[in-house]
């Protein structure tokens, strides 16, 4: 399977700050990344879908002007947090998919924790 | 609404105990059903993927089960050990290239 990595792990800012997740696929062309939000206890909620190239799409009550989703090539997409506030403080995991099938792949993680 | 429920929330074993995990879906017209283990502040880790046609999926100490027509799946561990401590997610795909809809999961402690 592909391999997924985060940069960074973790992050600790100042609310108002924006903060850039990156997400990268090593080793496998990613026609379509996800990016997914965990709360502590909760499950995984997927917050936007995008495909190399255009523009993502989001799920229902995901701001798309707060979270930038930028899906430049088929190795790598970034989310950018805008205006960060303590309740956006949560678990960011990112899961790349392509190839002609539907198994993601999923990356360790970002853990984003606003002050 | 489609929704994926898992139970137990929370589970521990002693070690060497076989154990079952739920998970219902509310929507039967599944496309796949996949299970994933997650370890604390970390990433999932695919462990089985069924398609909607199949009954059953093995590997290792691990056999999921589809009832498709019940909208149930279980996850079967056969004897547990420490290393299999983390929180089991279920998560089902309602057409090819969808999105995944996750359970919250069962979080599983076996004791030594």
């Known amino acids: 399977g592909a391999v997924v990595s985060q940069h960074p792990s973790w992050v600790i800012c100042k609310s108002g700050t924006s903060v850039k997740i990156e997400c990268r696929s090593l080793d496998f062309q990613a026609t379509t990344m996800f990016w997914y939000r965990q709360f502590p206890k909760q499950s995984l909620m997927l917050m936007a879908t995008?495909?190399?190239?255009?523009?993502?799409?989001?799920e229902q009550g995901v701001e798309k002007d707060k979270f930038l989703i930028n899906h430049a090539s088929l190795t790598l997409s970034t989310l950018t947090v805008t205006s960060a506030h303590p309740e956006d403080s949560s678990f960011y995991i990112c899961s790349v998919s392509g190839g002609g099938t539907d198994t993601q792949y999923f990356g360790p993680g970002t853990r984003l924790t606003v002050l | 609404k489609q929704e994926v429920t898992q139970i137990p929330a929370a589970l521990s074993v002693p070690e060497g105990e076989n154990l079952v995990l739920n998970c219902s879906f509310t929507d039967s017209a599944i496309y796949n059903l996949q299970w994933f283990r997650q370890d604390p502040g970390k990433g999932l880790t695919s462990l089985l993927l069924?398609?909607?046609?199949?009954r059953e999926q093995t590997s290792g100490r691990l056999n999921a089960s589809l009832d498709k027509s019940s909208g149930r799946s279980t996850l079967y561990i056969a004897a547990s050990q420490p290393g299999d401590s983390a929180t089991y997610l279920c998560?089902?795909?309602?057409?090819?290239?969808?999105?995944?809809?996750f359970g919250q999961g069962t979080e599983l402690s076996v004791k030594p």
């Open positions: 995008s495909n190399e190239g255009s523009k993502a799409t989001y």
């Open positions: 998560a089902v795909i309602y057409n090819q290239g969808g999105k995944l809809i």
């Open positions: 069924i398609q909607s046609s199949q």
